[in-house]
């Protein structure tokens, strides 16, 4: 039973960084209809910018406030990141076949992974520890990290700040207002390429943020980090519904708990083949996710 | 114009490209010997690639400095293979198809030289590997050789260091399913562990090479009855593992092997790696006088002391060198046999013998790690 | 329709010395007392015209150009965008080299090895291709890409965990039986079966699917089994495709097989034009020769960039020439002389 205990805890630190990063899917996929492949790799360049800020500040103490720094500069270098991109790759695209926008997203995603391995070296590196790490014990065998739980607060902290923004601000309902028609949006003169803009630049800062909390939890980073947990996002928002706030939410935490049980119970090897099981039997049983509402196709 | 230049961009491009392709084939027809060298510079394991050139580098230097094989100096090509097998059957496939090598230095890890060796078996290139341990790599063929011990051997060293010196009984093992390394070294382990002494495997768990989440394996391990982890791994992971163990609360002594031997492993290790034990090729606290010369001189030209995987690269070329000299031509046979006939090289990893199946016999060193360093508990000779 | 026939096997026989010939031109003369050398024979150190490291080169060539026609009737003919195809090569590679492992036996000849070999890879991957055929029929577009790109990886991870064939460590010891020659009379083939699927009701029928689905479903055609019947087709030549890999290069890892690898088959279809056999065959040309060419960069600079400018390459393409080097906007794609 303790050893059930410990994997959901581990299970729950992972979700919640797939909820960071599935949030940004989400919302992009909302305004947009686009699969923006690149997130993964936003979530890589927002741990690296949270790395080398780390490096350039280079505290002797290491404390909770350093950590939130980290994490907002992080933030707004992959919010500017995802803002360039929208900018220079998707919105010439706008009225492209879907086939052509996909593989421009793939295109630069590679372009990023690449570029990363020129820029920063194709070997991995190592955050060094930003805050004390103290555990707590429960029932003598579990192990509760202070790092798990910083995370943990952490993304709770930004999914409320989101949530805020989204339904109670009018940002937020412009954003709504875009994704159900763009077209109308426009037509009652909401400020279409504004809102798409800031869109992306908030899903991209949550991804930020979620890569240097992927650093916190797992020190070792690369420039092809992005890739898995990338598309492990990905599945975990089209688990809940794709475009849906909430069902983002869910679906990571979901996602992160059967992945931890699989690598516990089962096998390590098969843990990656779960998320793309799971994309699969969605897609195959119900495509609208548990949260998502059916759209129906007009002849 | 613009339509034309549409049209003919294709045939422009595949033009180009076959140009710059049919170009690099200058066949260099020069003073000097040129060997190549094959390893992974970058990736997880960089520091083995960068290491082991470094240490191949050095005794090049020293021997053109000394006016190289009767007269003429050697030159060292080197190729990256990122940590790839597939890059590393390519590299080795240029390096003798388009480089002209003589002899090829690689690689570190086993999975590599198991992907290459068929390569320059095939094309009768002798290659020397410095510090692959799994035994089937000299079992490709003739023209393959090795300058360290075998895992059957330094299975059987951890396995009886931790029965009889540190008289632990129960063992969990942790290996590396991508590496045929750690997978061989493990069962090796295994084997002398339950069969020649009286231990017992508790639990035999898997990871692969580029994870980071560690803590599923970690957490089945935890509630079991055990004395000691064996992680024959490489670094990377191990540095990541033993600091997630130690988080989670398991405090139990880790062993593992030569592929822990890195730099990079205390850098991500830290203070978790105390109380863990290795088998290796070389300790630099060697008190030979050809080691402590060889230290100081590897220290004044890269800034650093030298780890196992350097010192085995200098020893393999050395090797080369040596069988190169002695040999009546640098031709794929003659070259072979030299090298086949090395007895009794003074190496700094140890004195070297191939044996009829291309390997070294040579001792193991046993290393615990405290306080951020790797220090000299004990030889075990053959 | 007795002319038809046996234009095609004159052209197949000539197909087949023709390909002989160029092997003996770039590679050198084999010793004429065997047959295996004859049909096998591959260059050695300094023996041909061109060094091996280009013989391999033109290997690798044309099992790019397979797979990438093979992907042209999914994407292009039949309008089912799928990112898995990798996972197809995948299969065709490890059964055929199973099979040469643990079926066939020693002492079987070697050209009904090659052949076997080819066949149950190619067979088994065109089996897994009709199963996952059958359970993307009611998607489409974006989800059809996302779901096949699941099925790559679950084929790549489940061949991963399988000991024995090496799983996360790699197969060796594959014989090696593939050269020039057979890869080039393999490719004549498959350009020539894939212009005749085109140039038939079958191939008419697949574009109209890719232009409008309902509309064929209106006029009474069941897409469905034109669908799976193109998945079974296309998977059964990136199997082939597949198979030859592994028996040229002796040496198999799962990594080959990833998503990156199915990407590179979409970009040889996206540059080459969608649709266009000839852009297929272009597409994977450059996609082969390209990085290589640039490798030369790498060892003036250091660095790898080949992958930057491969991606860059792409997304260019993409935003300024999004029909590619033979597609067209207006709905006619463009091919060579003889494949129109």
Same mark, same amino acid.
């Given at each position: 039973?303790?050893e059930?205990?410990?994997?959901?805890?581990?299970?729950?630190?992972?979700?919640?960084?797939?909820?960071?990063? @599935?949030?940004?899917? $989400?919302m992009?996929?909302?305004?947009?209809?686009?699969?923006?492949?690149?997130?993964?790799?936003?979530?890589?360049?927002?741990?690296?910018?949270?790395?080398?800020?780390l490096?350039?500040?280079?505290?002797s103490?290491?404390s909770?406030?350093?950590?939130?720094?980290?994490?907002?500069v992080?933030?707004?270098?992959?919010?500017?990141?995802?803002?360039?991109i929208e900018?220079?790759?998707?919105?010439?695209?706008?009225?492209?076949?879907?086939?052509?926008?996909?593989?421009? @997203?793939?295109?630069?995603?590679?372009?990023?992974?690449?570029g990363?391995q020129?820029?920063?070296g194709a070997?991995?590196?190592?955050?060094?520890?930003?805050?004390?790490? $103290?555990?707590?014990?429960?029932?003598?065998?579990?192990?509760?990290?202070?790092?798990?739980?910083?995370?943990?607060f952490?993304a709770?902290?930004?999914?409320?700040?989101?949530?805020?923004?989204?339904?109670?601000?009018?940002?937020?309902?412009a954003m709504?207002?875009?994704s159900?028609?763009?077209?109308? @949006?426009s037509l009652?003169g909401?400020n279409?390429?504004?809102?798409?803009?800031?869109?992306?630049?908030?899903?991209?800062a949550?991804?930020?943020a979620a890569?240097?909390?992927?650093?916190?939890?797992y020190? /070792?980073?690369d420039?092809?980090?992005?890739?898995?947990?990338?598309? /492990?996002?990905?599945?975990a928002?089209?688990?809940g519904?794709?475009g849906?706030?909430t069902?983002?939410?869910?679906? @990571?935490?979901?996602?992160g708990?059967?992945? $931890?049980?699989v690598?516990?119970?089962?096998?390590? $090897?098969?843990?990656?083949?779960?998320?793309?099981?799971?994309?699969i039997?969605?897609?195959?049983?119900k495509?609208?996710?548990?949260?998502?509402t059916?759209?129906?196709?007009?002849? | 114009?613009f339509?034309?230049?549409?049209?003919?961009?294709?045939?422009?491009?595949?033009?180009?490209?076959?140009?710059?392709?049919?170009?690099?084939f200058?066949?260099?027809?020069s003073?000097?010997?040129?060997?190549?060298?094959?390893?992974?510079?970058?990736?997880?394991?960089?520091?083995?690639?960068?290491?082991?050139? %470094?240490?191949?580098?050095?005794?090049?230097?020293?021997?053109?400095?000394q006016?190289?094989?009767?007269?003429?100096?050697?030159?060292l090509?080197?190729?990256?293979?990122?940590?790839?097998?597939?890059?590393a059957?390519?590299?080795?496939?240029?390096?003798?198809?388009?480089?002209?090598?003589?002899?090829?230095?690689?690689?570190?890890?086993?999975?590599?030289?198991?992907?290459?060796?068929?390569?320059?078996?095939?094309?009768?290139v002798?290659m020397?590997?410095?510090?692959?341990?799994?035994?089937?790599?000299?079992?490709k063929g %003739?023209?393959?050789f090795r300058v360290?011990?075998?895992?059957p051997?330094?299975?059987?060293?951890?396995?009886?260091?931790?029965?009889?010196?540190?008289?632990?009984?129960k063992a969990?093992i942790?290996?590396?399913?991508?590496?045929?390394?750690?997978?061989?070294?493990?069962?090796?382990?295994i084997?002398?562990?339950?069969?020649?002494?009286?231990?017992?495997?508790?639990?035999?768990?898997?990871?692969?090479?580029?994870?980071?989440?560690?803590?599923?394996?970690?957490?089945?391990?935890?509630?079991?009855?055990?004395?000691f982890?064996?992680l024959?791994?490489?670094?990377?992971?191990?540095?990541?593992?033993a600091r997630?163990?130690r988080?989670?609360?398991?405090?139990?002594?880790?062993?593992?092997?030569?592929?822990?031997?890195?730099?990079t492993?205390?850098?991500?290790?830290?203070?978790?790696?105390?109380n863990?034990?290795?088998?290796?090729?070389?300790?630099?606290?060697?008190?030979?006088?050809?080691?402590?010369? =060889?230290v100081?001189? =590897?220290k004044?030209?890269?800034?650093?002391?030298?780890?196992?995987?350097?010192?085995a690269?200098?020893?393999?070329?050395?090797?080369l060198?040596?069988?190169?000299?002695?040999?009546?031509?640098?031709?794929?046979?003659?070259?072979?046999?030299?090298?086949? %006939?090395?007895?009794?090289?003074?190496?700094?990893?140890?004195?070297?013998s191939?044996?009829?199946?291309?390997?070294?016999?040579?001792?193991?060193?046993?290393l615990?790690?405290?306080n951020?360093?790797?220090? =000299?508990?004990?030889?075990?000779?053959? | 329709?007795k002319?038809?026939?046996?234009k095609?096997?004159f052209?197949?026989?000539?197909?087949?010395?023709?390909?002989?010939?160029?092997?003996?031109a770039l590679?050198?003369?084999?010793s004429?007392s065997?047959?295996?050398?004859?049909?096998?024979?591959?260059?050695?150190?300094?023996?041909?015209?061109?060094?091996?490291?280009?013989?391999?080169?033109?290997?690798?060539l044309?099992?790019?150009?397979?797979?990438?026609?093979?992907?042209?009737?999914?994407?292009?003919?039949?309008?089912?965008?799928?990112?898995?195809?990798?996972?197809?090569m995948?299969?065709? #590679?490890?059964?055929?080299?199973?099979?040469?492992?643990?079926?066939?036996?020693?002492?079987?000849?070697?050209?009904?090895k090659?052949?076997?070999?080819l066949?149950i890879?190619?067979?088994i991957?065109?089996?897994?291709g009709?199963?996952?055929?059958i359970?993307?029929?009611r998607?489409?577009?974006?989800y059809?890409g996302?779901?096949?790109?699941?099925?790559g990886?679950?084929?790549?991870?489940?061949?991963?965990?399988?000991?024995?064939?090496?799983g996360?460590?790699?197969?060796?010891?594959?014989?090696?039986?593939?050269n020039l020659?057979?890869?080039?009379?393999?490719?004549?083939?498959?350009?020539?079966?894939?212009?005749?699927?085109?140039?038939?009701?079958?191939?008419?029928t697949?574009? #109209?699917?890719?232009?409008?689905?309902? #509309?064929?479903?209106?006029?009474?055609?069941?897409?469905t089994?034109?669908?799976?019947?193109?998945?079974?087709?296309?998977?059964?030549?990136?199997g082939?495709?597949?198979a030859?890999?592994?028996?040229?290069?002796?040496y198999?890892?799962?990594?080959?097989f990833?998503f990156?690898?199915?990407?590179?088959?979409i #970009?040889?279809?996206?540059?080459?034009g969608l649709?266009?056999?000839?852009?297929?065959?272009?597409?994977?040309?450059?996609l082969?020769?390209?990085?290589?060419?640039?490798?030369?960069?790498q060892?003036?600079?250091?660095?790898?960039l080949?992958?930057?400018i491969?991606?860059?390459?792409?997304?260019?393409?993409?935003?300024?020439?999004?029909?590619?080097?033979?597609?067209s906007?207006?709905?006619?794609?463009?091919?060579?002389?003889?494949?129109?």
């Open positions: 039973m303790n059930f205990i410990q994997h959901t805890i581990n299970g729950l630190s992972l979700g919640s960084i797939y909820a960071l990063v @599935a949030l940004g899917y $989400t992009v996929f909302g305004v947009l209809q686009l699969i923006n492949f690149a997130h993964g790799d936003i979530f890589m360049i927002g741990s690296f910018a949270g790395l080398y800020f490096r350039f500040l280079s505290p103490q290491p909770v406030g350093v950590a939130l720094l980290v994490v907002l992080a933030m707004l270098c992959s919010g500017l990141l995802g803002m360039t900018k220079l790759g998707y919105r010439p695209m706008r009225k492209a076949p879907r086939i052509n926008i996909l593989i421009t @997203a793939i295109g630069i995603s590679l372009f990023l992974e690449y990363g020129l820029l920063f070997s991995p590196q190592f955050f060094p520890p930003i805050m004390e790490k $103290t555990q707590f014990h429960f029932f003598g065998d579990i192990t509760l990290d202070s790092n798990q739980v910083i995370i943990f952490i709770c902290g930004l999914m409320a700040i989101l949530q805020f923004l989204v339904f109670k601000t009018q940002f937020g309902r709504r207002a875009i159900h028609s763009l077209e109308t @949006a009652i909401i279409v390429n504004k809102i798409i803009r800031i869109t992306f630049f908030i899903g991209s949550l991804a930020g890569g240097v909390l992927y650093g916190l939890a020190p /070792k980073i420039p092809l980090m992005g890739l898995l947990p990338g598309l /492990k996002a990905f599945v928002a089209v688990l519904g794709i849906n706030i069902g983002a939410v869910i679906g @990571a935490f979901i996602l708990l059967s992945e $931890t049980y690598a516990g119970y089962i096998s390590s $090897t098969y843990r990656d083949a779960l998320a793309f099981v799971i994309l039997l969605v897609l195959l049983i495509p609208a996710g548990i949260l998502g059916k759209k129906i196709e007009k002849v | 114009m339509g034309f230049m549409k049209k003919n961009v294709g045939k422009t491009l595949l033009v180009l490209s076959v140009g710059v392709l049919f170009s690099c200058d066949s260099k027809k003073d000097t010997i040129v060997i190549g060298n094959y390893g992974s510079m970058t990736g997880s394991e960089a520091t083995f690639g960068l290491s082991t050139r %470094d240490g191949i580098l050095l005794a090049m230097e020293q021997l053109n400095a006016g190289g094989i009767n007269g003429k100096k050697v030159e090509k080197v190729y990256d293979n990122q940590g790839k097998p597939e890059e059957r390519l590299s080795v496939e240029k390096l003798i198809n388009v480089d002209n090598v003589v002899a090829i230095l690689g690689e570190v890890a086993s999975t590599r030289s198991l992907a290459a060796a068929p390569v320059a078996q095939q094309y009768k002798p020397i590997s410095p510090s692959s341990t799994n035994p089937e790599v000299t079992k %003739d023209y393959i360290c011990f075998i895992d051997f330094q299975g059987s060293v951890m396995a009886k260091f931790a029965f009889n010196s540190l008289k632990l009984k969990v942790l290996r590396d399913s991508k590496s045929d390394y750690s997978v061989g070294l493990a069962d090796y382990f084997k002398t562990f339950t069969t020649e002494l009286t231990g017992s495997i508790v639990a035999d768990e898997k990871y692969q090479s580029g994870d980071v989440d560690f803590k599923a394996q970690l957490t089945s391990i935890k509630g079991k009855d055990f004395d982890i064996f024959p791994g490489y670094y990377t992971e191990v540095g990541l593992l997630q163990a988080e989670l609360g398991i405090t139990k002594p880790i062993l593992g092997g030569d592929g822990w031997d890195s730099p492993l205390f850098e991500v290790g830290g203070d978790a790696l105390n863990t034990y290795i088998s290796n090729h070389f300790s630099p606290d060697d008190p030979r006088p050809e080691v402590v010369a =060889y100081k001189t =590897y004044e030209r890269f800034g650093v002391v030298p780890d196992g995987l350097s010192s690269g200098y020893d393999a070329a050395n090797v060198f040596a069988a190169m000299k002695k040999a009546p031509s640098l031709k794929g046979e003659d070259l072979r046999n030299a090298i086949a %006939d090395t007895k009794n090289f003074p190496g700094v990893t140890g004195l070297l191939l044996n009829e199946n291309r390997d070294a016999v040579k001792s193991a060193v046993i615990k790690i405290e951020g360093k790797f220090n =000299y508990l004990e030889t075990v000779n053959p | 329709m002319l038809q026939f046996n095609t096997i052209l197949i026989l000539g197909f087949f010395f023709f390909s002989l010939l160029m092997n003996w590679a050198g003369f084999p004429f065997e047959i295996n050398s004859i049909l096998f024979f591959k260059p050695g150190r300094s023996e041909g015209l061109i060094s091996p490291y280009i013989y391999s080169i033109l290997i690798l044309g099992i790019n150009v397979i797979l990438s026609v093979s992907l042209t009737l999914l994407n292009g003919f039949c309008g089912m965008f799928t990112m898995g195809h990798a996972g197809f995948a299969i065709g #590679a490890y059964a055929s080299s199973s099979a040469m492992m643990f079926l066939i036996p020693e002492a079987t000849p070697l050209f009904l090659l052949i076997l070999g066949l890879g190619g067979g991957s065109a089996l897994i009709f199963l996952i055929g359970s993307v029929l998607l489409n577009g974006d059809l996302m779901v096949t790109l699941g099925f990886e679950i084929i790549r991870i489940t061949i991963l965990n399988i000991d024995a064939v090496g996360a460590r790699g197969m060796t010891d594959i014989p090696q039986m593939i020659f057979s890869i080039m009379f393999l490719v004549l083939v498959v350009v020539l079966f894939t212009k005749r699927i085109r140039d038939s009701k079958y191939g008419r697949m574009f #109209a699917i890719k232009e409008n689905e309902l #509309a064929t479903r209106l006029m009474g055609i069941n897409p089994n034109i669908k799976v019947q193109t998945f079974v087709i296309s998977s059964f030549l990136a082939l495709a597949g030859c890999f592994a028996h040229s290069e002796g198999l890892s799962t990594q080959t990833s990156v690898k199915s990407f590179e088959i #970009a040889m279809n996206v540059i080459g649709g266009s056999i000839s852009g297929a065959i272009i597409g994977g040309a450059l082969t020769i390209l990085p290589e060419g640039f490798r030369v960069l060892d003036f600079t250091g660095i790898d080949r992958m930057i491969y991606a860059l390459t792409i997304t260019l393409i993409m935003i300024f020439l999004p029909q590619g080097l033979f597609g906007k207006k709905g006619k794609v463009k091919e060579f002389p003889w494949l129109k």
